[in-house]
Structures are given as C-alpha cells and as structure tokens.
C-alpha cells in the first residue's frame, strides 16, 4: 500500500554520527526543478554517470537542505547551510552516499518498483539466449551511366 504523507513536512535525516540536515520532502515538484537546474542541464553530454549523478545529488541538496546541525569550518564554528557549504558536504563520500541512500533512492522507490523486470520465463524457452544476428547490408554495385 502506498502511504501518503499529507502534512508535507520537512524531517531530520543523520547522515553520519553527529551529523544532521533537514530536509524538504522529496516532491515532484523538487524534482522537476532539480532537473532543469542549470548545474544538471549544464553537464557535458560526454559526462560520465557518476559525474551526473553528482551534479544532480549537489543540485537537488542545494533546493532540499533546510538546516543542519554537527558541521562546521574548518576551524570547527558551526556554519550555516549554503550552497557552497552544501556542494562542499557533498564532496565527503560518506555523505554523499548517505543521501543518496536516505533521501533520493527512497524517493525513487516507487519509480523502481513501476519499472521493475518481468517474471522469468518458464517451459522450453527459459533460458534460451538470442542467436539472431543483424542482417549484413548488400553490396554498393557501381551504377552504369
């Protein structure tokens, strides 16, 4: 069963010991305007995944992040969330994968679950691997003039 959530409040997720950032619900409309972020629609078409999917996780964090607790400077002062200060959050690993995990694959969930596989095959065919091979292009013959 789908639950939906009404109020549409934002919550605290950790995303490591002593670290937390409130964040906006994941919304289609979050979504939507991460997409067409110019840092996401900026990304070379020759990026890799994994470049994309930090330009995305950065942009969508920039819109989302509320508040935070447990980060500060590199003096140790508790600093305020910005975009710079995000992007920089981000940049940790452990950080970035904790998003990803807490924030944005919960999101998508439901997006993976609609585009789930289709059962296997049973009987004769289960298994059965594809032999079709493209078809070869006939020759070019010069035309007579």
């Given at each position: 069963?789908l639950?939906?959530?009404?109020?549409?409040?934002?919550?605290?997720h950790?995303?490591?010991?002593?670290?937390?950032?409130?964040?906006?619900?994941?919304?289609?409309?979050?979504?939507?305007?991460t997409r067409?972020?110019?840092?996401?629609?900026?990304?070379p078409?020759?990026a890799?995944?994994?470049?994309?999917?930090?330009?995305?996780a950065k942009?969508l964090?920039?819109?989302?992040v509320?508040?935070?607790?447990?980060?500060?400077?590199?003096?140790?002062?508790?600093?305020?969330?910005?975009?710079?200060?995000?992007d920089a959050l981000?940049?940790?690993w452990?950080?970035f994968?904790a998003?990803q995990?807490?924030?944005?694959s919960?999101?998508?969930?439901?997006?993976?679950e609609?585009?789930?596989?289709?059962?296997?095959?049973?009987g004769?065919?289960?298994g059965a691997?594809?032999?079709?091979?493209?078809?070869?292009?006939?020759?070019r013959?010069?035309?007579?003039?």
């Amino acid at each position: 069963m789908l639950t939906l959530d009404l109020t549409n409040a934002p919550r605290w997720h950790e995303l490591a010991p002593g670290v937390r950032v409130q964040l906006r619900p994941l919304t289609t409309a979050l979504m939507v305007a991460t997409r067409s972020d110019p840092a996401v629609e900026g990304v070379p078409d020759d990026a890799s995944d994994e470049e994309r999917a930090v330009a995305f996780a950065k942009a969508l964090a920039r819109r989302a992040v509320l508040a935070w607790e447990g980060i500060g400077d590199a003096d140790g002062k508790p600093i305020d969330p910005s975009p710079e200060a995000i992007d920089a959050l981000l940049d940790v690993w452990p950080i970035f994968e904790a998003f990803q995990l807490t924030y944005v694959s919960k999101g998508l969930l439901l997006e993976q679950e609609k585009n789930a596989s289709a059962p296997s095959l049973n009987g004769p065919s289960a298994g059965a691997s594809d032999t079709a091979k493209p078809a070869r292009k006939p020759a070019r013959t010069a035309r007579r003039g």
